[in-house]
């Protein structure tokens, strides 16, 4: 359930994003924005940083709200910021990972892998990458899909 500190935070930047260019609302970040703040209030009750980056994205849309159409490129470069910053904590803190995370750890380990194997085992890098890749692909979608599964995905 979204608490309603959370509702007008999210009604807020709706409300924004509406109010300027497409292009403008989409370096919003909307989705994302979304996520964090729900994250962020699940967690402020046992976590004091997180109620630390709720209440400073809290009086940064109250800010944007106000300026309205006016939305600078220095506003979004700040915006852009507080998410970062508010995902990082949540990413290190919280142990959340991002969409995608483990795809794009073993995918490269894969190929890797299947390049070195290919030469040593078979004498032939053709046989040994897609089998790297394929590797790496499986294990990093299994490991997401788990991720996701425990809600443990940003
Ligand atoms: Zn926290």
Redesign the pocket.
């Known amino acids: 359930m979204e608490s309603q500190r959370v509702k007008n935070v999210v009604n807020s930047i709706e409300e924004i994003s509406n109010n300027v260019d497409v292009q403008v609302a989409t370096e919003l970040e909307l989705e994302k924005f979304n996520r964090i703040i729900n994250r ?1 209030d699940s ?1 402020s009750n046992e ?1 004091e ?2 109620e630390q980056y709720f209440t400073d994205l809290e009086s940064h849309i109250k800010d944007l709200l106000e300026k309205n159409s006016t939305i600078t490129e220095d506003d979004i470069k700040h915006h852009k910021q507080k998410i970062n910053n508010s995902s990082t ?2 990413m290190k ?2 142990n959340l990972i991002t969409s995608g995370f483990y795809f794009s750890v073993y995918m490269p380990i894969g190929t890797s892998l299947g390049v070195v194997f290919g030469l040593l085992i078979f004498e032939n890098i053709g046989i040994g990458l897609p089998l790297g890749v394929g590797l790496g692909v499986a294990i990093g979608a299994a490991l997401d899909a788990n991720a996701k599964k425990k809600g443990l995905v940003l």
């Open positions: 962020l967690f976590c940083e997180c904590h949540l803190k919280h």
